[in-house]
C-alpha cells in the first residue's frame, strides 16, 4: 500500500515571494508522483507528473517539483507566486507496476496575499 | 473538447435515501474512476471501471454503494440508504487507457449532503 503526506495545511505568502509545498511517499514498490491544483467549484487539474528520467520536473503555471528518491520526497516550489495561484495542491502517487487508482495526500491551501 | 462532467453540481437528500450521481467522461477513455473527498481532505478511491467492468471496487465502503457503467461510457455511482457520514464531493475522472502514463481528467464533482 502507499502513503502521501502533505506536511503543511495551510500556507499562507505574499505575492511574487517563492513557495515551496511539502509532500512525502511511503510505498514498497516504486511509483509515479503527481501534483494537482484544485481551484474553488472546480475539478482537479494535473500540474506535473514523475514518471521517470529527470528528477527536476517542470509543470504548468511556472511550477516544478524535484522527486528525491533516498527522502521519498516531491516538494513543489515556484519562484514567484501570483494571486491567482491561490488554491488547494495535492500530492498523489500511483504504482508504477499497475497503473490503477492514485493515492492522494490530505492537501495544501496556499493562500497569496496581496 | 469537452472534459468529465458530473450531475447533479449538488444533491441534497435525507437520510435513508437513495441517490444516484451520473458522469460522462471524455469521449473514447476507456478508464473511468470515482473518488470520494471529504471535507479537508483528499480524494479517497472507490471504484475504477476499465470499459463496461469494474476492474477494482476495494474502494467502496460497504455494500450500499454501488457504481454501474453498462455501455463503457457514462457512469452511475448508487448510494442506497444513505447515511450523515456519506456527505462529501464525489469526484469522477476518466484516462484515455490505464492511468499512470494516460492522465487522469477529473470531473468537478458532486457535492453530496444528507440531512
Known amino acids: 500500500a502507499q502513503s502521501v503526506t502533505q506536511l503543511d495545511s495551510q500556507v499562507p505568502v505574499f505575492e511574487e515571494a517563492p513557495v515551496e509545498l511539502r509532500c512525502n511517499y511511503s510505498?514498497?514498490?516504486?511509483?509515479?508522483l503527481f501534483w494537482y491544483v484544485q481551484y474553488p467549484n472546480q475539478g482537479l487539474q494535473l500540474l506535473l507528473k514523475y514518471l521517470s528520467g529527470s528528477t527536476l520536473v517542470k509543470g504548468i503555471n511556472g511550477f516544478e517539483a524535484e522527486f528525491n528518491k533516498s527522502q521519498t520526497s516531491f516538494h513543489l516550489r515556484k519562484p514567484s507566486v501570483h494571486i491567482s495561484d491561490t488554491a488547494e495542491y495535492f500530492c498523489a502517487v500511483i504504482p508504477s507496476g499497475s497503473a490503477r487508482q492514485l493515492t492522494f495526500g490530505s492537501g495544501t491551501q496556499l493562500t497569496v496575499l496581496p | 473538447g469537452a472534459g468529465v462532467s458530473q450531475t447533479p453540481s449538488n444533491k441534497v437528500t435525507e437520510k435513508g435515501k437513495y441517490v444516484e450521481l451520473r458522469c460522462d467522461p471524455i469521449s473514447g477513455h476507456t478508464a473511468l474512476y470515482w473518488y470520494r473527498q471529504s471535507l479537508g481532505q483528499g480524494p479517497e478511491f472507490l471504484i475504477y471501471?476499465?470499459?463496461?467492468?469494474?476492474?477494482?471496487d476495494s474502494g467502496l465502503p460497504n455494500d450500499r454503494f454501488f457504481a454501474v457503467r453498462p455501455e463503457g461510457s457514462v457512469s452511475t455511482l448508487k448510494i442506497q440508504r444513505t447515511e450523515r457520514g456519506d456527505s462529501a464531493v464525489y469526484l469522477c475522472?476518466?484516462?484515455?487507457?490505464?492511468?499512470?502514463?494516460?492522465?487522469?481528467?477529473f470531473g468537478p464533482g458532486t457535492r453530496l449532503t444528507v440531512l
Open positions: 471501471f476499465q470499459g463496461t467492468g469494474a476492474a477494482d
Open positions: 475522472a476518466s484516462s484515455f487507457g490505464l492511468a499512470g502514463f494516460n492522465e487522469q481528467f
Open positions: 510505498s514498497s514498490v516504486s511509483v509515479y
